[in-house]
C-alpha cells in the first residue's frame, strides 16, 4: 500500500500486476489485485480507463469471489468518487442487484448508495428501478425483511441517503407558495420503511450478528435526516396532548412515537449485543449506541425548538419539593456569616472568665475551621480542650428546658469534632484511639460527674456504624444503664437523658433493643411532677435517627418496626402532653389513639383546628420540655402520615401564648410547608400574628408572652418566601429593647437571647439538633445581634443569668459560621446508604412534558439509577453504556439546576472503574454551565456542583468522578467563572490549578493542565476582543485575579512540574507552554511589571520557563528587556559543566536543564547590537570562569539560530569554503527546537551542541567580521583557549574530551580570524 500510494509507484505497479487481473489467474491474487485497484486509481487517476475496464471484465466473471471482488472495488471508486461517465457503470451496477451470490448485490447497493451520495444519481430514480429490479414494494416491509441478509444490509445503508426535493420555479410563481423543500414520495418510502424495519427485526428470524448489523444501519441511516424528513410536523406534535389513542393518532404522530421508542429503547437491543465476547460484535453494539445518542439529540432538540420552556411541566422545575436532609442546600451570604463571632472570641471570653456558659460557648467554638481547627489539631489536644470545659460546666447547672437543650447539643457537638478528627486517622489506629478517647471522657467522672457520661452518650452518638465499633458502644450502654445500681448520676434526668441518647445510636440500625430502652424512658415518666427534660429530649433524638437513614414507606420488616417505634414513641408524647393540661382533653386523646395506629380519622383534623387548651399550674417547665422535644419529631411524622403532621401542628399552635410554643412554630410550619399541609398564606398569617401578639406583650409588659412570641417570630421569618424585612427588624430592635431594658425579666432577656440566634440560622436543641446558619441572612442582622450580645455578655451590671444567656448566644453563632464552612468544603460527602436505599426520585426533581422523549429518556435514566444503587444487578457493562448514552443525549437541552441532584447520584453510585458513566455524567454537569438558560430556570445547581466538585482533594475527586473527568472540568473554567460570585472566582481558579498539578504527579497525566491553560487563553482572549456590542463575560476583578495568578503561582508551578526534567511532560510540553505564553501575551504590560515571581531569582528549577517566556517578556518597553534576556544569558554562561556524572539523575537534570534552557532562550529574536553584546558578554564570563562552563555551548547555539534566521549563505560569505558553514547543526535548527529536542536521551543532546560547536568557528569568524568585532573576539578567545591549555595536567580522564573540543573550537576561532596557530 505504501508503494501505490504514490503516483509514480502506482504506474509502476500497473505495469507488473495489471496481466495478474485477467482469467486463469488464481482466484485468490486475482481478487486480492482487483481489491487493491480503486487505491491505485486513487493515487494516479491516470490509470481510471484500464482500471475500470478491468472491473468491466470481472463483474461478469464465472466465479462468485471475482465478482465480489469487483463489484466491492467498483464501490469503493464510488465511495472516493473517482467515477467517470457512469452511464456506462450504471448498467453494470444495475445487472449485478439480481446476482445469485448476496455478497455482489450488497456491493452493488452501497455503489448506488455512494452514487447518490456524490450527486451522480438521483434518490428517487434509484428508489423507482430498485423496485423494478428487486422485484418488491418497499412498502412491503414483510417482504423486504425476508430479503437476505447482506442485501438488506446494503439497501438500509441506500435508504439513508435521500434529500428534500426543491419545488420548481415556474409552479411555485404560479401557486404563489413559498420555497420550500419537500419531501418526495419515494424519500417518505424509505423513512416508514426503515421505521417498520426496526419493528419488524424482532419477529424475522436472523443469526444474531445479522440482527445487530441491520439495527446498526437502521439507526445509521434515520440519523442522516432531519426531522422534516422523518416525518415530524412541528405544529403538530406542539398540539398533541401526549397521549398515545391508536384510534385518532394523525400519522405525523405516529411517526414521532415510533422514532421515540426506537431511540430511547433501542439502547436495550445494543445492550443485549454487549454481552458477546467476539469484538466485532461488541465494537457493533458501540456503533449502534453512537447513532442512538445522534437520534435522541436530534428528536430532543426538535422538542426543545417546538415546546421550548414547555417541554418541562409542573412547578418542580422552580420550586422543587425538598426533605428535611436538604435544609440549606443552597448558597449562604457570604456577608451576613462573616459578622458572627470566630472561634478565638469565643475561647478568650472563656479563659477570662470560666463559667459554665463560658464552657457552653467554647464547645461550639471547637467546629471552628482555621489554624486552630479540628481538622489540624491532633484528637488528644482536643479531648483535653474539652475536658477543661467540662470542669466547669457545673459552676452554674441550667434549669430552663430551653437551655438545658442548647447545653446537650453543645456536648454532642464537641464530640462530632472529636470523631471527625478520630476519622482522620488511619485505620489501623483508629479503634485504639476510639478506644483511648472513651477511657479519657470516663475519666472524667470523678470531677465531672454525670456530665461525663452525657459525653459519652453523645459519643456514641457521633460515630458511625462501623461494625468494629459496637463493642465500644456496648459498653458505654451498659456503663449509663449500670449507673443507677452505681450512684453514678446524680439525678435521674441525667442518666435518662443518657439512656435516650444511646437509645437513638441504636435506632439508626433499628436494633432491638430500643424497645427496652423506651420502656425504661416511659417508665420514669411516671412521676409528673419533674422536669424530665432527659426523657423528653431523648425521646426527640430517637425520633429523629429513626428517620434519618430511610423512607419510613413500605412492607420492609425493618420499615415496618421504625414505623411502629416512632408512633409509640409520638403517643407517649401527646399522653404526657394532655397530662399537663388543665382538663384532659378528648380531641389529644383521640389523636393519641390515631398516632399509636399510625391513621388520621376523617375530622380529626377539624377537632384539632378548633381546639381549646390551657395548661395546669406547675407543670411550665416540664411542659416546655414535651414541646421541645416534639419539635424534632414533624419530619418523621410526615414520612408516616401528612394528615397526622398536620393534625399534631395545628394542636400544638392553639396552646395559649407563652406556654413555649414558640419552640414547635419553626419546625411545625416547615414541615407542613414542605408536605404542602400549609401555604405561604399560612406562614404569613403566622408571622403577623406573631407580630401582633409580640408588640401587645411589649406593651402589656408581659415578659413570658414576648419571650415566647418573640422566639416564634424570629424563627418562623427565614420559612418565608415574601419580604420579611419589616418583621426582621422588629425582631432585631424588640432583642435589642429587651436586653437593654432593665424592665424586662431575666427569663424573657435569656430567651430573647435565643432569638437573636433564630433570626440567624437553626438553634442547637431547638430547632435542630446542629447549628447552621440562614441561607438569606442579611449581614445587617448578624452584626446586630452579634453586637447586643457581646455588649450584654461584657456588661457586669447585668444578672449573670443575662450575661450567660448572652455568651451561650455568641457560642452558638461562632458554631453556625464554621458549620457553614464545613458545609461548603463537604458537601459532596455524599450519604451512600441514606441514597442507596432511598434513590433519586426524578420526578419530584423534574417533570418533562407528557409523551415527550424527554419523558422517556428522564424514566429511562431514573430506572437505571434505581439499578446501579442496588449494587447486585447484571449486565453492568449495558447498563453503564445505556446510563452514557442516555446522559450525553441531554448534553445540548438546558435542563433546570434542580437535575445536579440526579447527576449528583449517578457519581456517587458508580464505581471507579465505571469510567463511561463519570464521563458522560461530569460532561453533562459542565454542559449546563453554557450560557442558554431558560427564562424561569435556576442553574445554580450545577454551579453549585462544580464549584464543590472544584474544591474537593485530588484522590477523593478522582474517586467520583473518575480519572479521565478532570480534564472535562478545568477546560470549563471559562463557563465556570461567568456564574460565579467575584468573591469566590479567585479560590475556585487556584483549587482547579492545584488539581491538576496533582494529576501530573500523581497519575503522571498532562490532560488537565492543559485543559486548565486553553480554558484560561479563552478567557483572557474574550476580554481583549473589545466587541462594543458584546457584553462584557467576566468582571474586571476576576480578569485581574487570572493575570496575576497566570504570572504567579501558575508560572512557579510549570516550572516545577512541566519542566524537561519531568519525564511525563518531555514530550508533552510544547501544547502546555505555547497556550500558557499566548496567555502572557495577553496580560498588560504593567501587570506583568508587577510580578514577582518572574522577577525572583533565576535558578535551575525555574531557568528552563523564564527563558521561553523570555520572547514575551523582552517585548516590555525600557531597557530592562535586554537586561532580562542578558540575565538569562549569563545564569546559563555561569553554570559549571558537571564532571564525571556515573549515570547520577541528578547530574543529568542539571544538564538537560541547562542545555534546553540554552534551546529557548537562542532562538528569542534579538537586534544586531543586541547580539553583538551578547557574544562579548558570554566571552567575558568565559574569561572568568573558564571553559568548564556551558559558555560555549550557549554561544554556540545563539550563532546556529542566528546564523539560520538570516540565512547566511556562500553568497554573503564568498571568500569561506560552503562545507565549512553547513555542518550537521544547521540542518536541525527549528524555532521549536526546545520542544522537539527535551525528550532526547541526555548524551544525544550533548552530541547535537558538540556539532554546533564544531560548526561555531566558521560562523563566528565570518559574524565578527561583519560586526567589526574581530580583534575584541580574537582576543578573547586565546586568553580563554591559553587558561584552558594550563588546565590539562589536572583535568581528570572523563572531562578530558570535552576539555579537548572546547580548546579546538577557541583555537579555531582565533585561526579564523587572526590565522594565528594556538597549538
Same mark, same amino acid.
Given at each position: ?13 500497473? *505495469? ?153 420555479? !415556474? ?158 442546600? $443552597? ?45 489540624? @489539631? ?17 459552676? !452554674? ?26 476519622? @482522620? ?80 445510636? #441504636? ?87 390515631? #398516632? ?19 395548661? #395546669? ?11 421541645? $422535644? ?102 432585631? &430592635? ?26 440567624? $440560622? ?16 442579611? *449581614? ?17 451590671? !447585668? ?62 435514566? @431514573? ?206 510540553? &510544547? ?9 502572557? !501575551? ?182 565578527? $567580521? ?54
Amino acid at each position: 500500500e505504501s508503494i501505490i500510494s504514490d503516483p509514480h509507484g502506482a504506474h509502476l505497479v500497473w *505495469k507488473y500486476v495489471s496481466s495478474l487481473t485477467n482469467d486463469g489467474v488464481p482466484t485468490a491474487v486475482r481478487s486480492s489485485v482487483i481489491r487493491i485497484l480503486a487505491k491505485m486509481c486513487g493515487s494516479n487517476k491516470k490509470l481510471f480507463r484500464r482500471i475500470r475496464d478491468v472491473i468491466g471484465r470481472s463483474m461478469v466473471s464465472r466465479d462468485p469471489f471475482i465478482r465480489i471482488a469487483a463489484t466491492a472495488t467498483l464501490a469503493d471508486l464510488a465511495k472516493f468518487d473517482l467515477l467517470r461517465d457512469v452511464e456506462e457503470i450504471i448498467g453494470w451496477v444495475q445487472s449485478r442487484l439480481q446476482d445469485e451470490e448476496p455478497a455482489v448485490a450488497h456491493f452493488a447497493l452501497v455503489a448506488l448508495k455512494y452514487l447518490v451520495v456524490n450527486e451522480e444519481l438521483e434518490f428517487d430514480l434509484v428508489i423507482r428501478v430498485l423496485e423494478k429490479r428487486l422485484g418488491v414494494d418497499l412498502c412491503d416491509t414483510p417482504t423486504i425483511m425476508k430479503l437476505d441478509s447482506l442485501i438488506l444490509e446494503g439497501l438500509l445503508m441506500l435508504l439513508g441517503t435521500g434529500r428534500l426535493e426543491e419545488i420548481d420555479g !415556474e409552479s411555485e410563481s404560479e401557486e404563489g407558495t413559498d420555497n420550500v423543500p419537500i419531501v418526495s414520495p419515494e424519500l417518505s418510502k424509505a423513512v416508514s420503511l426503515l421505521l417498520d424495519c426496526h419493528h419488524y427485526l424482532q419477529n424475522v428470524d436472523k443469526d444474531i450478528y445479522s440482527n445487530a448489523v441491520i439495527r446498526r444501519r437502521i439507526y445509521a441511516s434515520l440519523t442522516e435526516y432531519t426531522p422534516q424528513i422523518l416525518g415530524l410536523d412541528p405544529d403538530i406534535v406542539r398540539d398533541w396532548d401526549g397521549f398515545n389513542n391508536s384510534e385518532y393518532t394523525l400519522p405525523e404522530i405516529t411517526s414521532f412515537l415510533a422514532l421515540k421508542s426506537n431511540s430511547v429503547h433501542g439502547l436495550d437491543s445494543a445492550a443485549q449485543f454487549l454481552k458477546s465476547h467476539d469484538v466485532g460484535m461488541y465494537n457493533n453494539a458501540k456503533d449502534v449506541a453512537k447513532d442512538i445518542l445522534l437520534l435522541c439529540r436530534k428528536l430532543l432538540l426538535f422538542e426543545d425548538e417546538v415546546h421550548g420552556s414547555f417541554l418541562f411541566r409542573g412547578l418542580s422545575i422552580r420550586n422543587p419539593k425538598v426533605g428535611p436532609s436538604l435544609t440549606n442546600e $443552597g448558597r449562604v451570604s457570604k456577608a451576613g456569616i462573616s459578622q458572627l463571632p470566630d472561634a478565638v472570641d469565643v475561647k478568650n471570653m472563656f479563659e477570662e472568665d470560666p463559667r459554665s456558659a463560658s464552657a457552653i460557648a467554647f464547645l461550639y467554638a471547637m467546629g471552628s475551621t482555621g489554624s486552630n481547627s479540628s481538622t489540624s @489539631q491532633p484528637t488528644s489536644e482536643l479531648v483535653l480542650q474539652i475536658s477543661e470545659c467540662f470542669y466547669d460546666l457545673l459552676n !452554674e447547672p441550667l434549669v430552663d428546658p430551653a437551655f438545658q437543650a442548647v447545653q446537650t447539643c453543645s456536648m454532642m457537638y464537641s464530640m462530632d469534632v472529636v470523631w471527625a478528627s478520630m476519622e @482522620q486517622a488511619e485505620e489501623s489506629t483508629k479503634h485504639t484511639l476510639f478506644n483511648q478517647v472513651v477511657s479519657d471522657v470516663e475519666g472524667w467522672a470523678s470531677n465531672s460527674g454525670e456530665y461525663a457520661y452525657v459525653a459519652l452518650a453523645a459519643l456514641a452518638l457521633a460515630v458511625d456504624d462501623d461494625p468494629q465499633l459496637w463493642s465500644f458502644i456496648t459498653k458505654i450502654q451498659n456503663t449509663i444503664l449500670g449507673g443507677s445500681d452505681n450512684y453514678l448520676f446524680a439525678s435521674e434526668d441525667a442518666m435518662v437523658l443518657c439512656v435516650g441518647m444511646v437509645a437513638a445510636k #441504636l435506632s439508626r440500625t433499628a436494633d432491638a433493643r430500643v424497645s427496652d430502652l423506651i420502656d425504661f424512658i416511659q417508665l420514669s415518666l411516671s412521676d409528673n411532677s419533674k422536669a424530665c427534660f432527659g426523657a423528653f429530649f431523648g425521646m426527640g433524638l430517637m425520633v429523629k435517627n429513626l428517620a434519618s437513614r430511610s423512607e419510613l414507606s413500605g412492607s420492609n420488616p425493618s420499615k415496618v418496626w421504625r414505623r411502629r417505634t416512632i408512633q409509640r414513641l409520638l403517643g407517649i408524647f401527646m399522653t404526657e402532653f394532655d397530662a399537663c393540661l388543665s382538663e384532659s382533653n378528648s380531641t389529644v386523646r383521640e389523636l393519641v389513639d390515631c #398516632l399509636k395506629m399510625g391513621e388520621s380519622s376523617d375530622d380529626l383534623l377539624c377537632m384539632c383546628e378548633e381546639i381549646d387548651l390551657s395548661i #395546669l399550674v406547675g407543670v411550665d417547665q416540664k411542659f416546655k420540655s414535651i414541646l421541645i $422535644g416534639l419539635a424534632h419529631t414533624f419530619f418523621a411524622l410526615s414520612a408516616i402520615n401528612v394528615k397526622l403532621m398536620k393534625c399534631v401542628a395545628c394542636t400544638l399552635i392553639k396552646l395559649p401564648w407563652g406556654s413555649g410554643k414558640g419552640f414547635i412554630m419553626h419546625n411545625a410550619y416547615k414541615a407542613c410547608l414542605d408536605a404542602e399541609m400549609f401555604q405561604q398564606e399560612d406562614l404569613s398569617n403566622a408571622i403577623l400574628d406573631c407580630t401582633d401578639v409580640l408588640r401587645k406583650a411589649i406593651a402589656d409588659g408581659s415578659d413570658m408572652i414576648c419571650s415566647d412570641a418573640l422566639f416564634a417570630l424570629a424563627s418562623l421569618c427565614s420559612l418565608s418566601t415574601a419580604n420579611v424585612q419589616t418583621e426582621t427588624s422588629l425582631v432585631v &430592635e424588640t432583642i435589642q429593647k429587651v436586653l437593654s431594658d432593665v424592665s424586662f425579666g431575666n427569663d424573657c432577656k435569656s430567651i430573647s437571647a435565643l432569638a437573636g440566634c433564630a433570626i440567624v $440560622g437553626q438553634v442547637p436543641g431547638l430547632t435542630s439538633f446542629t447549628p447552621l446558619a440562614h441561607q438569606l441572612v442579611k *449581614k445587617e442582622v448578624s452584626l446586630s445581634v452579634v453586637k447586643v450580645l457581646n455588649e450584654t455578655a461584657s456588661n457586669d451590671s !447585668e444578672e449573670l443569668k443575662c450575661r450567660d444567656s448572652a455568651t451561650i448566644g455568641l457560642g452558638v453563632l461562632c458554631a453556625m459560621k464554621s458549620s457553614i464552612r464545613r458545609v461548603r468544603k463537604n458537601r459532596l460527602v455524599f450519604e451512600k446508604t441514606k441514597q442507596i436505599d432511598r434513590g433519586v426520585d426524578i420526578e419530584a426533581i423534574i417533570q418533562a412534558r407528557d409523551g415527550s422523549v424527554l419523558e422517556s429518556i428522564l424514566h429511562e435514566i @431514573q430506572a437505571l439509577l434505581r439499578m446501579k444503587s442496588q449494587h447486585s444487578h447484571e449486565d453492568a457493562a449495558a447498563t453503564n453504556n445505556k446510563l452514557s448514552v442516555l446522559f450525553s443525549s441531554l448534553e445540548l437541552i438546558a435542563m433546570p439546576g434542580s437535575f445536579s441532584r440526579v447527576i449528583e447520584m449517578a457519581l456517587s453510585t458508580t464505581s471507579r472503574n465505571d469510567a463511561e458513566v463519570k464521563t458522560s455524567s461530569v460532561s453533562l454537569l459542565i454542559s449546563q454551565l453554557k450560557s442558554r438558560r431558560r427564562i424561569g430556570f435556576d442553574g445554580r445547581g450545577f454551579v453549585d456542583l462544580s464549584t464543590r466538585l472544584a474544591k474537593m482533594p485530588y484522590q477523593e475527586l478522582t474517586d467520583l468522578i473518575g480519572i479521565g473527568s478532570l480534564p472535562i472540568i478545568t477546560k470549563a473554567i471559562p463557563d465556570l467563572l461567568n456564574q460565579l460570585p467575584t468573591s469566590v472566582c479567585e479560590g475556585v481558579l487556584k483549587n482547579l490549578w492545584t488539581l491538576s498539578q496533582d494529576e501530573i504527579i500523581r497519575n503522571s497525566s498532562i490532560s488537565s493542565t492543559e485543559a486548565f491553560l486553553l480554558g484560561l487563553k479563552k478567557i483572557m482572549l474574550d476580554a481583549v476582543k473589545n466587541d462594543p456590542g458584546s457584553k462584557q463575560t467576566i468582571s474586571p476583578a476576576v480578569l485581574r485575579a487570572l493575570q496575576k495568578a497566570t504570572i504567579g503561582y501558575i508560572f512557579s508551578d510549570l516550572c516545577k512540574n512541566a519542566s524537561p526534567s519531568n519525564p511525563v511532560c518531555m514530550l508533552n510540553s &510544547e501544547n502546555i507552554w505555547s497556550s500558557y505564553i499566548r496567555c502572557l !501575551e495577553i496580560i498588560p504590560v504593567a501587570v506583568i511589571s508587577e510580578s514577582d515571581v518572574l522577577k525572583s531569582e533565576i535558578n535551575l528549577g525555574n531557568i528552563y520557563g523564564i527563558a521561553l517566556c523570555a520572547r514575551v517578556l523582552s517585548s516590555m518597553s525600557g531597557s530592562s528587556a535586554s537586561n532580562r534576556t542578558r540575565k538569562i544569558e549569563t545564569f546559563i554562561a555561569c553554570q559549571n559543566y558537571p564532571g564525571n556524572s556515573n549515570n547520577d539523575i541528578r547530574v543529568i537534570d542539571q544538564i538537560r536543564a541547562v542545555l534546553v534552557a540554552s534551546l529557548a532562550i537562542a532562538p528569542q529574536p534579538q537586534s544586531e547590537t543586541e547580539m553583538k553584546e551578547s557574544v562579548m558578554n558570554i566571552f567575558e564570563i568565559m574569561l572568568v570562569q573558564g571553559v568548564k562552563t556551558f559558555g560555549l555551548e550557549l554561544l554556540a547555539i545563539k550563532v546556529a539560530f542566528w546564523w539560520e534566521s538570516l540565512h547566511v549563505n556562500e553568497q554573503s560569505s564568498i571568500n569561506v569554503p560552503v562545507q565549512r558553514v553547513t555542518k550537521l547543526s544547521s540542518f536541525l535548527i527549528a524555532k521549536n527546537i526546545c520542544f522537539q529536542f527535551q525528550s532526547l536521551p541526555c548524551d544525544v543532546l550533548i552530541q547535537f551542541y558538540d556539532a554546533c560547536i564544531a560548526d561555531l568557528p566558521f560562523k563566528l569568524a565570518l559574524l565578527c $567580521g561583519r560586526w567589526r568585532i574581530s580583534d575584541d573576539v580574537s582576543n578573547r578567545a586565546k586568553r580563554i583557549c591559553n587558561d584552558g591549555i594550563r588546565l590539562r595536567a589536572t583535568t581528570p580522564k572523563s572531562e578530558a574530551r570535552r576539555l579537548e573540543n572546547s580548546l579546538t573550537c577557541l583555537r579555531d576561532i582565533v585561526q579564523f580570524i587572526t590565522g594565528e596557530m594556538l597549538f
